[in-house]
């Protein structure tokens, strides 16, 4: 099958969703499927370029200039998509955003069917970061004009993935056609994340230059969204309890500069070690002992499945598809986002319970990976795909075999 | 303007800087210039000889490896000086021997110059593990021969990478001029699909499927087995593999193929002194080299208007242009990547189109050996006056 994947933004940008293509490409090649992504022309980049075996075309091109750039933008993968009339099989598009206009936009004329993956729910999520969207600075009236243009053509895509639940209902809430959503969770590898006790010894600790003594462990983007304001205030609030925890905080992003102040401000600098942006956390996630995430807004998180896969007992938000990966207090506990003092108190429950850590840590691996194997993710996308091939609409029963909902 | 260009090996041959160097002889005379090819004795060649209105002089050398380069270098040293009083300018191809003997034969020599000397103008052919600085550094009397080559005007690079090495291996004093290889686009220009067509059947190649053409000396710097690799794959769709050229590595490869399904996929043709046809009726061109000085079949192809996918080095990525529109670029050593490649070009016909369009138009722009023969020649006026 011959799959084109449209993207926004793709390496070296490093996002959940972009993480997620670049698996499904790598996987879909190695199934001998014919796979190549599309994405904007970032300066510097070379227009076609083979990365960790994905091709890549670098063919959306934009002229970064109030409403030219809305314009161009979707211009340019028009231009593509008709001029590859028929040389696609399927065209994927991740976020609802203006590729996955332009794309259904000419769906008739290019021919080739259209799936949109959005890749979050909720404020942070892919329709409400669509309303914020401004096209016209001048002319705020037009704006939701058009963005109701644009959500109405993208609703008669040929089918929706949701990889999480809130994310299904916000579609359907949304006016999206619930036949043609198919619900598809990310997928973790199990072969590159697994858990290991012996990773958390002090010399193999040192060798990756932490601490002894207990480890707590995000990592994310530093942005609002990830709610480590929350955690930074819970941290002051363990303070006595804590039995010298301490926090380590993996990724970069524009609040660092603010984290690294509210830290110093909470009077627990002693106990953040802020790594930056880390190539690879898996031995990292091996050599801690908790895994906090105190997300706002999430789709499915890659780095909350990357934690529970390493056998890490977790701590997430109860949003989005963290309510998905985690049934509270048997795989991992869940906390209302932006509630300090409960995040305090269900980290305080981990921190002295070595049993319940083991417990939990046991669980969240199993379950993740009976379930969010990127395998398994894999074949999910696989048959989608070869239905699409074999024409849309789906035949009614598709999105049932498919469907992932617990 | 009279000028001298030294080159140890001369036609018949059809190295990278042979067929540059041919190319530029040609095109400056083609402009009133009077030009003339100082190389070695060869027994199938004779002395003096006639070609595209240049007149080439060949001076003998006896011998095999060192002793050839040091006999030849004497006697290309004393035709020169004999003859030196003739040239505004004389260009020396290669760090080795032709360099010493531009050196050594205007050396303090009265000349048109008020100075006294020639302007001597040496170009690297290559940078890298292959390339002419590290030849140097191999060879015995380094310091000596660095010594020397300080007494060079200009080095003409290719590429910023040979410059980084002249300047690393203490030619810094040495001004450097950038100027890009050259290529005919009269005789490499796209061909009609009934062209191409025609073509194909005349070499007997494949009609209707997809033409990867790889055309270079088959050597572990052009790694020319990681294409056997990448059709080993599979995944290269219905792509046909024609490899033109000979050398070391070629009945290795042979053997690897003779017994596989992949031979009737695989076509060998011995190295020609014509590539254009080839080229011509090819859809793409495929070079996993290594390292590269700059490719002489790599223009040429992209001029032919064909998709060439190449490995990323520095040089590529400068021929194939900033914005990289004209061609593929894949990691060395990559055969999957390599394969990607190969197949999303085979699939999609109008990827193949746009880059070989593209192709075309950046050759056009850059590489014309119209262009660069005036920015050769605008050097030489400047050295000179």
């Known amino acids: 099958m011959r799959v084109c994947l449209v993207i926004p933004r793709f390496f070296p940008a490093v996002g959940g969703a972009e993480r997620q293509a670049q698996a499904l490409a790598r996987r879909l090649l190695a199934r001998g499927h014919h796979v190549a992504v599309l994405t904007r022309q970032l300066g510097g980049l070379p227009r076609h370029e083979v990365l960790d075996g994905v091709p890549v075309v670098r063919a959306i091109r934009t002229i970064d200039l109030g409403p030219l750039f809305g314009l161009t933008y979707v211009l340019s993968v028009a231009r593509f998509l008709l001029a590859h009339r028929g040389e696609w099989d399927v065209i994927h598009v991740s976020f609802v955003y203006l590729d996955a206009f332009a794309a259904v936009l000419t769906r008739r004329l290019h021919r080739m069917p259209v799936i949109v993956r959005p890749a979050c729910a909720g404020y942070y999520g892919d329709l409400a970061r669509l309303t914020r969207f401004r096209v016209w600075p001048l002319l705020p009236f037009l704006d939701s004009l058009t963005i109701r243009i644009v959500v109405r053509t993208i609703v008669r895509a040929d089918a929706f993935i949701a990889n999480s639940t809130e994310l299904h209902k916000e579609l359907i809430g949304g006016g999206f056609p619930p036949g043609r959503i198919v619900q598809i969770a990310n997928g973790v590898d199990l072969d590159h994340f697994f858990p290991d006790p012996t990773a958390r010894l002090p ?164 379950s993740v990976a009976s379930r969010f194997g990127l395998e398994r993710m894999v074949e999910r996308y696989e048959a989608l795909f070869r239905a699409a091939g074999t024409g849309f609409p789906l035949p009614g029963g598709l999105a049932d075999v498919l469907d992932e909902r617990p | 303007m009279n000028l001298c260009l030294i080159i140890a090996n001369f036609w018949p041959g059809w190295g990278g800087a042979e067929g540059q160097c041919r190319l530029l002889a040609r095109e ?204 080993a794959t599979g995944r290269v769709g219905d792509a046909h593999l024609l490899f033109v050229g000979d050398g070391p590595l070629r009945q290795s490869l042979e053997r690897r193929i003779a017994p596989a399904s992949e031979a009737t996929r695989i076509t060998f043709i011995q190295a020609t002194p014509d590539v254009a046809p080839y080229l011509r009726a090819a859809d793409l061109l495929a070079l996993p080299s290594r390292g590269e000085g700059m490719s002489n079949v790599l223009l040429e192809a992209m001029a032919c208007g064909l998709s060439v996918v190449v490995t990323d080095l520095p040089v590529n990525r400068e021929v194939v242009g900033k914005d990289g529109r004209a061609g593929w670029l894949v990691a060395p050593g990559d055969a999957p990547g390599l394969a990607h490649a190969i197949e999303t070009l085979e699939k999609t016909p109008t990827l193949r189109r746009e880059t070989g369009a593209a192709a075309r138009a950046r050759v056009q722009e850059r590489f014309a050996i119209r262009r660069v023969a005036g920015e050769y020649l605008s050097l030489y006026a400047e050295l000179s006056s």
């Not at chain 1, 499945?305 to 390493?310: G, R, V």
């Not at chain 2, 021997?97 to 302007?119: H, K, L």
């Open chain 1, 203 to 366: 010399e193999a600790r040192r060798s990756l230059g932490l601490p002894t003594g207990l480890l707590l462990a995000f990592a994310g983007r530093l942005d609002p969204q990830k709610g480590l304001h929350t955690l930074v205030e819970a941290l002051r609030l363990l303070a006595a309890g804590c039995q010298g925890a301490r926090l380590l905080i993996m990724g970069d992003g524009p609040q660092r500069a603010e984290l690294e102040q509210a830290v110093r401000g909470a009077g627990v600098s002693d106990r953040v070690l802020f790594r930056g942006l880390v190539a690879d956390v898996a031995p990292y996630l091996r050599a801690c002992d908790i895994f906090v995430f105190p997300s706002v807004g999430e789709g499915m998180p890659n780095a909350l499945l990357e934690a529970m896969a390493s056998g890490l007992p977790c701590v997430a938000s109860a949003v989005g598809g963290c309510m998905d990966v985690i049934t509270d207090g048997q795989t991992g506990l869940l906390t209302p986002p932006g509630d300090a003092a409960a995040l305090q108190s269900a980290l305080q429950q981990l921190i002295q319970s070595p049993e319940m850590r083991k417990r939990l840590g046991a669980a969240a691996h199993d």
């Open chain 2, 28 to 231: 400056l005379h083609r402009l009133g210039h009077e030009v003339v090819i100082l190389t070695r004795h060869r027994p199938d060649a004779p002395s003096i000889e006639q070609m595209d209105g240049v007149t080439v002089y060949r001076t003998p050398a006896v011998g095999s490896g060192l002793l050839r380069s040091l006999t030849w270098t004497l006697t290309a040293t004393a035709w020169l000086r004999r003859h030196r009083q003739r040239f505004h300018v004389v260009q020396c191809y290669q760090l080795l021997s032709p360099a010493y003997v531009g050196i050594f034969g205007c050396w303090r020599a009265s000349g048109r110059r008020p100075s006294g000397r020639q302007p001597v103008v040496v170009r690297p052919a290559c940078s890298g593990q292959y390339g002419d600085v590290a030849e140097v550094r191999r060879l015995p009397l380094t310091r000596i021969r660095q010594w020397l080559l300080q007494h060079v005007d200009v080095f003409v690079t290719l590429t910023q990478a040979i410059e980084a090495e002249l300047v690393e291996f203490g030619l810094g004093s040495v001004r450097c001029q950038r100027i890009p290889n050259g290529v005919d686009l009269e005789a490499f220009r796209p061909a009609s699909p009934e062209e191409k067509r025609a073509l194909r059947i005349r070499l007997g190649l494949p009609e209707d499927r997809v033409l990867c053409v790889f055309a270079g000396r088959l050597t572990p710097q052009k790694d020319p087995e990681l294409l056997l690799e990448a059709w």
